[in-house]
């Protein structure tokens, strides 16, 4: 199917009881390696750059080239949207003038007002070019990109005055947080979940997806609670991460251990460097979408 705008497919797993992952990459192989997994699994998938992967990958029109030419080359059938992951205003509006389909703007940071007024921004133009849309209310806890939250509760008011734009999903915090839980994390509030989504449907008239962001890290029972209580798309990047830096961690131990042999099969090659990390990505990823309940729904 190709590159595609994700609320069609978004709004299908609200709908139907399920979730599609928003995968950050930050690099080819990290790319490679999500799309691999997705094929796999036969579902529709996010590829997302943050705007930090963005600056260290070349750029949001190298990335969206990079995303394209993937897809094309590894002959990927499954839908794919390139999405903005925490987007600020005006990153919101490169990203849909060079061709992004689907884009996050984060305005939680501003007074609510704010936000709205730039999320609306936001929406028009990039539903006048078919781009499918998330915007957050409160604050995702941890941190993305110079923007910190505790992991607060998203005030309901605030996410039915969102909804109401028009967004085509919804970030909204319910105790969720970014990079890695700490011991004492007291999980996810479902309850606060489910008087979000009620207040939803009663004054918006329609379910709308919501988002959750710091999927890495949230034990696999509390995520399938989520997304029975309208979760439809889960955020993972953290998880990634880590696969990556214990397999190629791994890796290196294991070259300095047997450096003369290593040498000998030129294992200090990128193209093998890299194999044990690209794989454990994969695999993560694969984990993941089975978690989610989104495999074979393409």
Not at 9 to 17: I, L, P, W
Not at 78 to 104: N, Q, R, W
Not at 165 to 180: K, R, S, T, W, Y
Not at 185 to 199: T, V
Request: overall charge negative; hydrophobic content about 40%; some cysteine.
């Amino acid at each position: 199917m190709g590159i595609v705008s994700a609320e069609k497919f978004v709004q299908a797993a609200r709908d139907n009881g399920y979730a599609i992952g928003g995968f950050n990459t930050n690099n080819l192989e990290w790319t490679q390696a999500i799309l691999r997994a997705a094929e796999a699994k036969k579902t529709p998938v996010l590829i997302q750059t943050s705007m930090g992967a963005a600056k260290y990958m070349g750029g949001y029109k190298m990335c969206k080239v990079l995303i394209e030419t993937l897809v094309e080359s590894m002959g990927i059938t499954v839908p794919v949207a390139i999405h903005l992951d925490h987007g600020h205003f005006e990153d919101a509006k490169e990203c849909i003038e060079i061709g992004y389909t689907s884009v996050m703007f984060d305005g939680s940071h501003l007074p609510i007002d704010e936000n709205l007024k730039q999320a609306q921004e936001i929406i028009s133009l990039a539903h006048a070019k078919g781009i499918s849309v998330e915007c957050e209310v409160g604050s995702i806890g941890g941190e993305e990109d110079g923007i910190v939250g505790e992991g607060e509760l998203a005030p309901i008011e605030d996410a039915v005055a969102m909804a109401k734009l028009g967004v085509d999903f919804l970030a909204a915090g319910i105790g969720n947080i970014h990079g890695p839980y700490p011991e004492n994390w007291k999980g996810l509030h479902i309850d606060h979940l489910e008087k979000l989504n009620n207040a939803l449907v009663e004054q918006v008239g329609r379910k709308v997806p919501i988002v959750l962001h710091g999927g890495s890290g949230i034990p696999d029972d509390q995520i399938r609670e989520a997304i029975k209580n309208g979760v439809a798309k889960v955020n993972v990047n953290t998880e990634c991460q880590l696969a990556f830096a214990g397999a190629t961690r791994k890796f290196v131990n294991e070259f300095d251990a047997n450096e003369a042999e290593y040498m000998k099969k030129k294992l200090f090659d990128p193209r093998k460097f890299l194999a044990p990390g690209f794989a454990a990505i994969t695999e993560s990823v694969e984990e993941r979408i089975d978690v989610f309940g989104s495999a074979n729904k393409a």
